[in-house]
């Protein structure tokens, strides 16, 4: 898989994640968290309301900005876990892929719903009952956010993270996690801008969750066999 088609590959699992089961339903709840308004008030038409929406939009993005350096610091470090994995057991190289690819499949089954993994189905929230008072308040939801919702997010996230595991550089981890939060914070990005428009279509796309679901197992799947055929061709 070349690291273009990678690149593409992680945004498509970023968006993805944005539309798994548990967070789409509670975009009205975060986004309300943020800006301190009611879902009445954030649904307004331009004209009655446009200076209130306007306002979700830096929010949002200090939303995405938290969330998105969790990402990508958990990217540099599996980078290097990996390169330090590689070093030390050089000799196994063509083994820790296939076995990497194997995991990241098992990921793919599972969400697809082919398969029931247990631990990975262990939930662990963080709930705020209180918005913080500074103005960092959005990047701090946005941090609890990548640490917290593991089981929205984390056997996708893990394949991609398995993915990163296997490049040479820290730079090449970072950008695969950079383009998953780009893929994960587009959505939030256009619910910001668009929030009337948005919050409907969003409330749509619920009815397809098992076949969102399915694409993602897939995905993973495919992420996982060419984890395990680079171990081929590379490995000794």
């Not at 273009?4 to 945004?11: G, N, S």
């Not at 900005?65 to 994995?85: D, K, Q």
């Not at 397809?208 to 992420?223: A, D, R, T």
Request: charged residues 10%; glycine residues 12%.
């Amino acid at each position: 898989m070349s690291d273009v088609l990678q690149i593409l590959t992680a945004f498509g699992a970023g968006l993805l994640s944005f539309f798994s089961p548990c967070i789409l339903p509670l975009l009205p709840v975060y986004i309300c968290f943020m800006t301190g308004l009611s879902v009445e008030e954030l649904s307004m038409s331009k004209e009655r309301g446009f200076g209130k929406t306007k306002s979700v939009l830096p929010e949002c993005l200090l939303f995405i900005l938290g969330f998105s350096i969790v990402f990508i610091i958990l990217g540099a470090s599996a980078t290097l876990l990996g390169s330090f994995l590689n070093s030390l057991l050089f000799k196994y190289q063509k083994m820790i892929k296939i076995i990497s690819g194997l995991v990241v499949i098992l990921f793919g089954l599972h969400i697809s719903g082919l398969l029931s993994v247990k631990f990975l189905q262990y939930e662990k929230k963080f709930h705020l009952s209180n918005k913080p008072v500074n103005k960092f308040s959005s990047f701090l939801v946005g941090v609890i956010f990548g640490f917290g919702w593991t089981p929205c997010v984390g056997p996708i996230l893990g394949g991609i993270l398995v993915l990163a595991s296997t490049k040479d550089s820290v730079s090449k981890g970072i950008l695969l996690l950079s383009f998953y939060s780009l893929g994960l914070g587009l959505p939030f990005f256009l619910l910001s801008i668009g929030m009337k428009y948005m919050l409907g279509v969003f409330s749509k796309v619920k009815r397809y969750f098992k076949p969102i679901s399915i694409v993602s197992g897939v995905l993973l799947v495919v992420i996982g066999i060419g984890i395990i055929i680079s171990g081929f061709l590379k490995g000794g």
